[in-house]
């Protein structure tokens, strides 16, 4: 089983960014957590950050035929990307949207994602946690057919 990790705007300056909101691990360190839980699910990651929308429904696009699900982080284009939204409608692979913070509880442009109800899931608020436990839920739902 395949399945593809997406990374949206500014994660990439994880560590160093609002580190009292999004914590001190950097997108490095969650991408080891990550890979540590797909060995010990027996499942292959492809890993992958952009900062640009367009480069992010290339990648959504991609996935069709490829992988067997996504684990997304859509950042703050999970609160605005219409043209995400029709990626995923475009080329549908089951997915769950992760969000570090729990965005339900923060500024209100923040409690609503246009992703959300395409999901399978979404976790939002465990911190680097909710990587490897939507990458599990992911692979879960996937195995059970
Ligand atoms: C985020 C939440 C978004 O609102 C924000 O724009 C991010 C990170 C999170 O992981 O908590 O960049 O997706």
């Given at each position: 089983m395949r399945v593809a990790v997406l990374n949206g705007p500014n994660?990439?300056?994880?560590?160093?960014?609002?580190p009292a909101l999004y914590?001190?691990?950097?997108l490095a360190d969650i991408e080891a957590l990550t890979r540590a839980e797909a060995a010990a699910l027996d499942v292959e990651v492809e890993w992958f950050q952009s900062n640009h929308e367009g480069a992010l429904v290339d990648a959504v696009q991609g996935l069709r035929g490829r992988v067997d699900g996504a684990v997304i982080n859509p950042a703050a284009f999970g609160h605005t990307s219409l043209a995400l939204r029709d990626a995923f409608l475009a080329a549908p692979v089951p997915f769950v949207e992760v969000h570090l913070t729990n965005i339900f509880g923060r500024e209100p442009e923040r409690?609503?994602?246009?992703?959300a109800d395409l999901a399978v899931a979404v976790i939002a608020?465990?911190?680097?946690s909710g990587y490897p436990v939507g990458l599990r839920a992911l692979v879960d739902r996937l195995r059970a057919g």
């Amino acid at each position: 089983m395949r399945v593809a990790v997406l990374n949206g705007p500014n994660l990439n300056l994880l560590g160093e960014r609002e580190p009292a909101l999004y914590g001190r691990q950097t997108l490095a360190d969650i991408e080891a957590l990550t890979r540590a839980e797909a060995a010990a699910l027996d499942v292959e990651v492809e890993w992958f950050q952009s900062n640009h929308e367009g480069a992010l429904v290339d990648a959504v696009q991609g996935l069709r035929g490829r992988v067997d699900g996504a684990v997304i982080n859509p950042a703050a284009f999970g609160h605005t990307s219409l043209a995400l939204r029709d990626a995923f409608l475009a080329a549908p692979v089951p997915f769950v949207e992760v969000h570090l913070t729990n965005i339900f509880g923060r500024e209100p442009e923040r409690r609503h994602t246009v992703l959300a109800d395409l999901a399978v899931a979404v976790i939002a608020g465990l911190g680097a946690s909710g990587y490897p436990v939507g990458l599990r839920a992911l692979v879960d739902r996937l195995r059970a057919g």
